[in-house]
């Protein structure tokens, strides 16, 4: 009978409980010292913005006057903006994922696919601009309006959707599949009236926040050349626009003039933020209601 070091084991137990605490303690320290700095920027902005976020400031237009300036351009270009991003990026990412899960052969081809959509999902956002400047702004001539900027920014955010969608179709018991083929029905009728449903709050967790990095991205945006001067609303997917994150960017370099344009782009934050936290909160509704239906 081989002979147990009791000491020896509760030496190794003593070090390795010690390790755990110390890796427990750091990891609380980390988060929050990442709590902290999230709260000394909310509080910096939102105490910036104070006595400037009024239905004026919602209102009016760009100006040159800080005290009339306002975001209604910005508003209204990131409205039309979405109406092209959220459409492109549902449709082909969604048809992609569907592809790659329930019709493409698994194999190589498939695998180079896999690999490379998983790739461009870490890819810079600034090469997005410098792909969509050739491509939209002067390969197809389009020039900087809305729709250049919408195909743009929808190629940025396409591969988050496709693996989002991925993940919610293959997590889709495989049962249900077999008992729709059982009840006589074709492939694309389980994929529409089984799978689909089933996978859709995962799908719209991936499309949502997609959107919502759309809507915070700046780099592609200056790279196509999106102006922030005073421009005329936009009526169309041809016309210029510009969007909130892009005012914010270049409201903050200017405050070094002028004073007022850091309180400026505080308020456009405070905005921003508003859009967001009311876009997920609309996820998270969709996403409750279609979990108690499946």
């Known amino acids: 009978m081989k002979y147990v070091d009791t000491n020896q084991v509760q030496k190794k137990m003593t070090s390795r409980l010690l390790t755990n605490r110390i890796a427990k303690t750091l990891f609380l320290l980390a988060t929050l010292f990442g709590l902290l700095v999230l709260v000394v920027l909310i509080y910096r902005v939102f105490a910036q913005s104070l006595g400037w976020i009024d239905f004026d400031f919602l209102n009016n237009r760009l ?3 800080a005290e009339r300036a306002g975001i209604k351009g910005a508003i209204m270009g990131t409205l039309w903006l979405m109406l092209v991003v959220a459409p492109v990026t549902l449709i082909l ?3 992609t994922a569907i592809y790659l899960e329930e ?5 190589r081809l498939q695998a180079f696919i896999q690999m490379n959509i998983s790739n461009l999902a870490g890819v810079p956002s600034i090469v997005f601009g410098i792909l969509g400047l050739t491509i939209f702004v002067r390969g197809l001539n389009l020039g900087a309006v809305v729709l250049a900027g919408g195909f743009t920014m929808a190629l ?3 591969p988050v ?3 989002a969608s991925q993940e919610a179709i293959r997590a889709v018991p495989q049962f249900l599949r077999e ?5 006589g029905a074709t492939k694309w009728q389980t994929i529409k009236n089984v799978v689909l449903p089933a996978a859709l709050p995962g799908i719209l967790t991936g499309v949502i926040l997609a959107l919502s990095r759309a809507i915070g991205e700046t780099a592609p945006l200056v790279v196509i050349g999106i102006p922030a001067f005073i421009i005329p609303l936009p009526e169309g997917l041809l ?9 914010i960017y270049y409201w903050t370099i200017d405050s070094a003039l002028v004073d007022e344009y850091a309180n400026l782009a505080a308020a456009t ?3 921003l933020l508003l859009v967001l936290f009311i876009m997920n909160s609309i996820a998270v509704l969709i996403r409750n209601k279609f979990q108690r239906r499946f």
């Open 161 to 163: 959707v496709v693996v």
């Open 269 to 271: 934050i405070v905005v």
């Open 63 to 65: 100006s040159t006057n």
């Open 103 to 107: 019709y493409a052969k698994k194999g």
């Open 239 to 247: 016309d210029k626009f510009t969007v909130m994150p892009l005012q």
């Open 179 to 183: 008992a729709s083929y059982g009840m």
């Open 93 to 95: 990412g969604v048809g």
């Open 156 to 158: 940025l955010v396409l």
